[in-house]
C-alpha cells in the first residue's frame, strides 16, 4: 500500500472521529486533566479576585483610608498572584505532561506498526516520509487536546458573558449577537484554509525528509559527481516552496485574529449607535448601556482563544488524518503467520510450481521447481535481471509467494511463525549493513543472551577477531552509520560473523560482486567457508570457486530455472552457461 502524500480533504463527520480517536488517547490521563481543568478555575477565580482587589484598594485604602486594609490588601495581592502562579504552573505542567505521554504512546505505536509491516510496504513508501510521519506528524496531535481543553473553557466564559449581557439588554443583546453568525463565516473559511495549508505543510516536510535521507545515504554518488551545487540548489527549491506554504499558513493565522476583531468592532460599532439611540430617547439608562457594552468588550477575549485553539485544533486534526491512515488503516495488514515454530534440524525446502511478480505487467519467477536437500550447497548463477534475488528473497517471506508453495521439511512456510522461520535462515547480503553500536552487538544481533563467548567464537570463525581487538575499544567500538569506519572486507566479515553467531541450518549468500583486493578477498573466502560448514546453503554466485565447489549449480534466465547440475556437465549442456562462466567467473578471477 502506497501513503497518500497529500489527503484530498475530511469532512467534518472524520473530523469527529478523528477528534474522538484523539480524545481516547488522551483518556488515561483523566485525571491530571480533570486536575488541569481544577487549577484553571483557581487561576480564573484568582484573577478575578485581584481585580476585585484594586476595587477595595481603591475605597479602602485610598478613599477611606483604613491602616488595617493597608496592611493586609497588599498581603493578600501577593497571596493571591503565588496562588494564581502555581495554579497556572500546575495546569501547564498537567496539559503538557498528558500531551508528551500522548506523543509517546502514538509514536511507539506507529513505530511498532510500521516495522512490522512487510518489506513490500517499504518499497512503496520512501523512508524519508515513513521518519517524518513518527517524528512530525505526530507531534501536531500533541497540541490538540490543551487547546480543545481551552475551546471548552472559553465558551463557558463565553456563555457566562452572554448571560450577563442577555440579563442587562435582552434587545440589543439580541441584535448584536446575530452580527457574530455574520463574523463565524471567515473563521469557518480560514479553519478550512489552515487545515488544508497543514496537510500540505507535513506533506512537503516529509518530501523534505525523503530528499534528506536520499542525498545523504548517496552522498558517495553526490560527492562522486560533484553535484553539491545541484543538490543544493534543488534542496533550496523544496526549502522554498516549504516556506512559501508556511507563509500562507502564517498569514492565515494571523489574518484570523483581525478579522474577528474587526467583526467585533462592526457589533460594538452596531451596538453604540443602537444602545445610544434607545438612551437619546429615553428607553435605557447610561449606566445598563456601558456595563452592557463593558460585558460584551469582555467577550472578545475568549472568542479570539476559541479562535486560536481551533487553529491548533485543525493542525491537529491534519496530522491526526496522516497519522492514524497507518494506524487505522484496514488496507495494510500485516503479513499472515502460521503457529508452528520451526525448531527442528533442516531436512529439506522444496519449491512447488512457484511464480511470483513484483507487478502485473512482469513475471520474476515462473513456475519453479526446486527440492534442495540438507547439507547441500547450491549455486544460483544467471544474466542481471534473472530472478535469482527474489528466488532467495522468497524463502524467509520478505514476499510471499502468488502461487505454487514453498515447503520447509514437508511444511508451507506460512503455517510456520514468522519469527521462527527467519531464526532458521541466515542471510549475508551484498549489502552489508552493520548498525550504528558496538561490534558485540552487531555480531550478537537479535539474541539478547548471548555470551561473550559465542560472540568471540564467531568472530574467530569469520576471522574477524584480530582486526576487532585492534579496534579503539575493541568489541565495545560503535560502528559508524553503515559501517564507515571499517573496510569493505572488514564489514563484511563482521556479517559473516553475524550469520555465524546466529547459527541458523539455511544459509543464503548473495556474493559481493564488488571486488575486494587478493588478500581480503581470500580471508572472506575463508570465512565465508566456515559459515557454510555443516549447513545448507543457497548462493547467488559471483566468484569463480562458488561454482566449482558447489554440489549443484542452477542455472537461471528470465524467471526460470533453465539448466542445473555440476560444473563440467552444464559445461557441456548448457550453452548459456558456458557463456556466463567465460564472460563472468573467468573475467572476475582474470581481475
Ligand atoms: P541481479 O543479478 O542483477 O541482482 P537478479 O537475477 O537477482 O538480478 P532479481 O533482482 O530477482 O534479478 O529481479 C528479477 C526481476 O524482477 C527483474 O526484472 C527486476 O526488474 C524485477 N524486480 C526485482 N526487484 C523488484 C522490486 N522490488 N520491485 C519490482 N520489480 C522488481
Known amino acids: 500500500m502506497r501513503l497518500k502524500l497529500f489527503s484530498s480533504g475530511i469532512s467534518y463527520k472524520q473530523s469527529l472521529n478523528l477528534m474522538a480517536r484523539m480524545i481516547r488517547y488522551f483518556a488515561p490521563y483523566k485525571f491530571r486533566i480533570i486536575l488541569a481543568m481544577f487549577c484553571m478555575l483557581i487561576v480564573a477565580g484568582a484573577t478575578g479576585g485581584s481585580a476585585y482587589l484594586v476595587k477595595s484598594a481603591m475605597d479602602d485604602i485610598f478613599i477611606r483610608k483604613d491602616l488595617w486594609a493597608l496592611s493586609i490588601i497588599p498581603l493578600i495581592y501577593v497571596g493571591l498572584d503565588f496562588v494564581k502562579g502555581v495554579a497556572r504552573f500546575m495546569q501547564n505542567y498537567m ?24 518489506v513490500r510496504f517499504y518499497e512503496d513508501n520512501q523512508v524519508g516520509m515513513l521518519m517524518s510521519r513518527i517524528i512530525n506528524d505526530v507531534t501536531m496531535i500533541r497540541n490538540s487536546m490543551p487547546s480543545l481543553v481551552m475551546m471548552v473553557r472559553e465558551t463557558f466564559t463565553l456563555l457566562g458573558l452572554m448571560v450577563v449581557v442577555f440579563y442587562q439588554n435582552a434587545e440589543l443583546a ?22 488544508k495549508l497543514g496537510r500540505r505543510s507535513q506533506g512537503k516536510i516529509a518530501d523534505i525528509s525523503v530528499f534528506l535521507q536520499e542525498i545523504f545515504s548517496g552522498i558517495r554518488v553526490v560527492k562522486a559527481f560533484a553535484t553539491e551545487k545541484e543538490e543544493t540548489a534543488r534542496f533550496a527549491e523544496e526549502n522554498e516552496r516549504l516556506v512559501k506554504i508556511s507563509l500562507k499558513q502564517t498569514i492565515y493565522n494571523e489574518l484570523s485574529s483581525p478579522v474577528m476583531e474587526f467583526v467585533g468592532a462592526v457589533g ?29 468588550a469582555m467577550m472578545y477575549d475568549p472568542v479570539k482563544k476559541i479562535t486560536g485553539a481551533n487553529n491548533e485544533v485543525q ?54 521447481n526446486l527440492t534442495v536437500r540438507a547439507g547441500e550447497r547450491i549455486a544460483i548463477v544467471g544474466p542481471s535481471g534473472a530472478g535469482k534475488s527474489t528466488f532467495v528473497n522468497l524463502i524467509p517471506r520478505f514476499y510471499d509467494v502468488q502461487s505454487g508453495r514453498i515447503l520447509l521439511n514437508g511444511r508451507d512456510l506460512q503455517e510456520y511463525t514468522l519469527a521462527s522461520l527467519r531464526r532458521s535462515v541466515a542471510l ?52 559508524g552509520e553503515r559501517g564507515v569506519k ?40 575463508l570465512a565465508l567457508e566456515n559459515l557454510m560448514l555443516n549447513k545448507t546453503s543457497i548462493v547467488i554466485a559471483h566468484r569463480l570457486s562458488t561454482i566449482l565447489n558447489a554440489d549443484r549449480i542452477l542455472v537461471m534466465d528470465k524467471g526460470k530455472i533453465v539448466a542445473e547440475g555440476r560444473h563440467e556437465e552444464l559445461l557441456q549442456t548448457s550453452a548459456l552457461y558456458s557463456k556466463l562462466y567465460k564472460l563472468q567467473f573467468l573475467a572476475n578471477e582474470t581481475e
Open 95 to 118: 496539559m503538557q505532561y498528558s500531551g508528551l505521554c500522548v506523543l509517546e504512546t502514538i509514536r511507539d505505536q506507529l513505530y511498532d506498526r510500521i516495522i512490522r509491516l512487510p
Open 174 to 195: 439580541f441584535w448584536a449577537i446575530f452580527v457574530l453568525p455574520i463574523g463565524l463565516f471567515p473563521f469557518i473559511y480560514i479553519g478550512k484554509k489552515l487545515r
Open 268 to 296: 460594538i460599532g452596531f451596538v453604540l449607535w443602537y444602545g445610544g439611540k434607545q438612551v437619546i430617547d429615553g428607553n435605557a439608562t447610561p449606566g445598563t448601556f456601558f456595563s452592557f457594552v463593558a460585558a460584551l
Open 315 to 368: 493542525r491537529a486534526l491534519a496530522g491526526a488524518e496522516r497519522v492514524f491512515e497507518i494506524l487505522d488503516s484496514e488496507e495494510i495488514f500485516e503479513q499472515s503467520e502460521g503457529s508452528v515454530v520451526f525448531n527442528e534440524p533442516f531436512e529439506s525446502l522444496v519449491f512447488e510450481n512457484v511464480t511470483f511478480s513484483y507487478n502485473d505487467s512482469h513475471i520474476a519467477l515462473d513456475s519453479v
Open 428 to 479: 549475508v547480503s551484498q549489502d552489508t549493513f552493520l548498525f550504528n553500536i558496538t561490534v558485540r552487538d552487531n555480531i550478537a544481533y537479535g539474541d539478547k543472551e548471548s555470551s561473550d563467548d559465542s560472540v568471540f567464537d564467531a568472530a574467530k570463525k569469520a576471522f574477524a577477531h584480530e582486526f576487532i581487538l585492534d579496534l579503539p575499544e575493541g568489541y565495545a567500538t560503535v560502528i
Open 486 to 525: 571499517i573496510s569493505g572486507g572488514q564489514k563484511q566479515r563482521l556479517a559473516i560473523a553475524r550469520a555465524i553467531h546466529k547459527n541458523s541450518p539455511l544459509l543464503i549468500l548473495d556474493e559481493a560482486t564488488s571486488a575486494l583486493d587478493s588478500e581480503a578477498e581470500r580471508i572472506v573466502q
